[in-house]
């Protein structure tokens, strides 16, 4: 193949990448009905109407302005749209509606730095250098990121701001409960450089001995978690640490926050588009503290990181695989992933997904909470392009999550990638099972 025909490949890729990324996030934005675009769903986080020009500004920023040193069109906007919230505090927005531009300027934004984003690549005459090739893969898995806090976010719109858009049948699950003993063995965490794409946190690969545990073989579920909260769980101290108990009582937390107690209906299920009865056999989507007092029930705890990649990533025979059900590529029968559904099914209803061990769901129908908390890995170089991505959050107060969510794309799915979490956020669609030692 020629050098030409190599560099027009490449850039196709990455444009296609893009282009898809787009779709995904704009897809979502058509949901909101237009006069809930300056809603603010979740009060710690803007209003929806930022995210359409920060996912825009962020590549803008990123590559014409940074790495092509392209003269500003609109610096304000920029500037306005560059960096979204993620409050430890407890501050909480205050800004009016009426402190952001109209929707008018906000897509004529939109459209001029898309534009300019995507000249630059189809300008170029050769090979994108592998750090240009690095901020368009950052580009567009930031924006595949947003497509799923978003969900998440519209999730707690009002059903009459936004258009339904249900989704088939679910399948059917299995029996759920048991365990299985996992030995002691290696985990390899993160990713060796030089082979493909990862974010800074995901870097350097290193073995970590493991102990022998046991885990459970399924996320807990909604029926699990019912009895948690029949038994009076929010109400026993001896659970919670100190600040999740604070946290509980300063916000009246009784239950998940995906859940709305029915009365004489019963317990509800608050979904994208709708309520339902409380499906019992999926997962229950709770905070990291939540889980935490859950699995102290058990004489338990949630598993670190290394143990959940023993379990997802590990054999008996000591291999390790790419994926929890081998290193074949992601497709639609191992699991509830890459914006297949807006909402969990049944737990176990992915056998062909299930790991080594014989463990289901390890990657998608929800995150997976881990006792860890977010730190950089030995070797760890923050991306000298976007130094703040993982630096500014190994502060103590944010938890490996690991696996992958309905909404989760599945360029992510590879086993290095990291998410995190504040421990009393209450709005991730996340799981979680528990381990004993």
Not at 228 to 241: P, T
Not at 310 to 320: I, L, N, Q
Request: include cysteine.
């Amino acid at each position: 193949m020629s050098v030409m025909g190599s560099t027009s490949d490449h850039r196709q890729t990455l444009l296609d990448g893009l282009a898809g990324a787009r779709r995904h996030t704009d897809d979502l934005f058509e949901i909101v009905r237009t006069e809930a675009l300056y809603d603010r769903p979740i009060p710690e986080r803007h209003r929806i109407v930022f995210y359409i020009g920060h996912l825009e500004a962020f590549d803008w920023n990123l590559i014409g302005r940074s790495h092509f040193k392209l003269e500003p069109f609109a610096d304000t906007l920029d500037r306005l749209f560059a960096f979204g919230i993620d409050p430890v505090d407890g501050g909480l927005p205050d800004d009016p509606p009426s402190a952001w531009p109209s929707l008018t300027e906000v897509y004529a934004y939109r459209d001029r730095a898309r534009a300019a984003v995507d000249g630059c690549l189809m300008g170029l005459d050769r090979d994108p250098d592998p750090e240009l090739a690095d901020r368009f893969h950052v580009a567009i898995e930031h924006r595949l990121m947003h497509a799923e806090t978003l969900a998440y976010m519209l999730h707690q719109l009002p059903y009459d701001r936004k258009r339904a858009n249900p989704e088939a049948a679910s399948p059917a699950g299995r029996s759920t409960g048991g365990s299985v003993v996992i030995p002691a063995g290696t985990a390899t965490l993160g990713r060796t450089r030089g082979q493909g794409f990862g974010w800074d946190n995901e870097f350097d690969a290193h073995a970590v001995a493991v102990p022998a545990f046991t885990i459970d073989l399924h996320a807990v579920t909604n029926r699990d978690f019912l009895a948690f909260v029949d038994g009076g769980g929010y109400e026993r101290r001896a659970l919670w640490d100190d600040a999740a108990w604070a946290w509980k009582e300063q916000h009246g937390v009784r239950h998940p926050a995906f859940w709305r107690n029915g009365g004489a209906a019963g317990w509800q299920y608050v979904g994208m588009f709708s309520e339902r009865a409380l499906p019992l056999d999926a997962p229950a989507y709770v905070s990291q503290a939540e889980a935490s007092a859950f699995a102290r029930t058990r004489g338990a705890t949630l598993p670190t990181e290394a143990e959940f990649h023993r379990a997802a990533f590990g054999t008996p025979d000591g291999a390790e695989r790419e994926y929890p059900w081998g290193d074949s590529a992601p497709d639609p029968t191992r699991g509830n992933f890459d914006f297949a559904r807006w909402e969990p099914v049944a737990a176990g209803a992915y056998p062909a997904g299930d790991s080594g061990f014989g463990v289901a769901d390890l990657t998608g129908n929800g995150w997976e909470w881990t006792s860890t908390r977010f730190a950089p890995f030995a070797g760890f170089a923050a991306f000298p392009f976007y130094p703040g991505y993982s630096a500014n959050f190994f502060d103590g107060h944010h938890f490996v999550m690991k696996g992958a969510s309905a909404r989760t794309a599945a360029c992510m799915l590879r086993r290095s990638f990291r998410n995190w979490f504040q421990p009393h956020y209450p709005y991730v669609y996340a799981k979680f099972r528990c381990v004993t030692r």
